[in-house]
């Protein structure tokens, strides 16, 4: 039988600060751990010097000694997270009985990470600049659009590409040690192809796992008073469970998608004009609309072997904001529920409660239709399809 953790008395603990190479002067140092006495909290004690704006602080558990760092670290409160202030004596509480009950270690280090509050890398994520947008179909009349409204979007950052089944399977590989016991396998085409057949619960709590895998604040939780992360499970949430002003990663709102898909273009059916071919997006041309060019068919290019015909992410030309496959290859999740007729002004983000949640961009097999920037789709949260995937928002 093992020893509980309460009957442990001493506990090593190891100070490896890390810092981007730009920011090598922020130093997380004089890293100490104990145990409260008859309980199964442990804290552990930090300084961080060489910086005085907030940063970004997380951390990782070792039971070997530091060979892994594989030890559940997910019920911490304290000096934890993003907007950390730097200084000495911080403290961050690791609730031990909550994560690693019944364990032992004579060789338990604790790795505190820091690092400072920095926009999304540019070479992977589009700066996406606030402003007013005419939302909805201003050409086709088509039943189901949105009906022309303006929109005022406030800015955030959104991913150039959809998420590849290759980011996929490395968040979940963090995230399956660190709490998140039930996120999807997914699949892919291939690894450079965008993950797909994942729910919209799935996609959600993965969010929170790469935000937590990089020191950064989660976004979503499954209380109103944003205390718990939601890492697993199908939890009912609304944006009242959203920390909207937390630096980590999370789904766009419809709004913000379509803004960001018309690239700064306006009254246009797609993110770079009023027609389409199969050299501008992966789509199924059936011949039935005037605005579709080209081949009949599905793209020739990827439409070989077994479905799905996704193609790799980037393959097409990107749109005004430099971000691709806006239109095709696969729709992509948006935060919202999906209400017919919600259209409020500035920064919507939904109603709040519907049965389904909105996707965006049409897919590899739809149509010129379903792939124009004002048409919306509509599925249950806890749907899988092989045409239907995501990618990353952050706010500013």
Known sequence: MKTPLRFVTLLAALALACAPESQAQITAGNVRAAQRAGTKLLDIDYDITGVTTPVSVSLQI??????????????????????????????????????????????????????????????????????????????????????????????????????????????????????????????????????????????????????????????YYTDVGQTVVFRTGSNTIDYSMVNWAANGYRLPTEAEWEKAARGGLAAQ??????????????????????????????????????????????SFPANGYGLYDMAGNVYEWCWDWYEPNYWPGTDPRGPTSSSYRVLRGGSWTDTAFSVRCAYRSHYPPNSMFNFAGFRLARGQ
């Open 62 to 219: 070792s039971s070997d000694g530091g060979t892994t760092w594989a030890v559940p670290a997910t019920s911490l409160t304290g000096a934890i997270g993003s907007n950390i202030t730097p200084g000495p004596n911080l403290r961050i509480t690791w609730n031990a009985g909550t994560d690693w009950n019944n364990e032992t270690s004579l060789q338990t280090r604790f790795r505190v990470k820091v690092s400072d509050l920095q926009p999304p890398e540019p070479a992977l994520f589009a700066f996406i600049p606030a402003g007013t947008f005419t939302m909805g179909d201003t050409l086709d009349g088509q039943p189901g659009d949105a009906q022309p409204h303006t929109v005022n979007v406030s800015t955030f950052y959104l991913q150039k590409n959809l998420v590849t089944k290759a980011d996929w399977d490395t968040v979940r590989a963090w995230g399956m040690l660190h709490g998140y016991t039930d996120l999807i396998v997914g699949s892919g085409k291939a690894s450079t192809h965008p993950v797909h057949t994942v729910p919209w619960y799935d996609v959600v709590k993965w969010c929170n796992a790469k935000s937590e895998q990089e020191g950064l604040t989660p976004c």
């Open 269 to 314: 059916r797609f993110p770079w004009g009023n027609t389409i071919s199969h050299g501008q997006a992966n789509f199924y041309n059936n011949g039935g609309e005037s605005y579709q060019t080209g081949a009949d068919g599905y793209d020739p290019t990827w439409s070989t072997g077994a479905q799905p015909y996704t193609s790799p992410v980037g």
